[in-house]
Nanobody, 122 residues
Framework: QVQLVESGGGLVQGGGSLRLSCAAS????????MGWFRQAPGLEREFVAAISRRGGFTYYTDSVKGRFTISRDNAKNAVYLQMNSLKPEDTAVYYC???????????????WGQGTQVTVSS
């Protein structure tokens, strides 16, 4: 089993940057694809970004391409989401997920973190 804890959320002005972190427990972190999802008020949870087990492949939803970067450090059991050029429409609760990485499509999910709030002001 994997436990995930997100951090790094907060309030930022439009155009600003934030870096989310996700710390994972367990010895099998490197056997999971990792990713980020988000959920805005009144909307369904949506896929944001995913990274393969060794970090060699990434996939992003179109709305964040060129602005967000996902990375991982298997030695630290951590995954990150660098978010630049933030927009008010990026406001949401961001969730870290562990599961299966699929090439060129959203990842499959087995475990979720509790979420961290990101608010972008206009």
């Amino acid at each position: 089993q994997v436990q995930l804890v997100e951090s790094g959320g907060g309030l930022v002005q439009g155009g600003g940057s934030l870096r989310l972190s996700c710390a994972a427990s367990g010895r099998t972190f490197s056997s999971y694809g990792m990713g980020w999802f988000r959920q805005a008020p009144g909307l369904e949870r949506e896929f944001v970004a995913a990274i393969s087990r060794r970090g060699g492949f990434t996939y992003y939803t179109d709305s964040v391409k060129g602005r967000f970067t996902i990375s991982r450090d298997n030695a630290k059991n951590a995954v990150y989401l660098q978010m630049n050029s933030l927009k008010p429409e990026d406001t949401a609760v961001y969730y870290c997920a562990a599961g299966t990485y699929y090439y060129n499509q959203p990842m499959g999910t087995d475990y979720w973190g509790q979420g961290t709030q990101v608010t972008v002001s206009s």
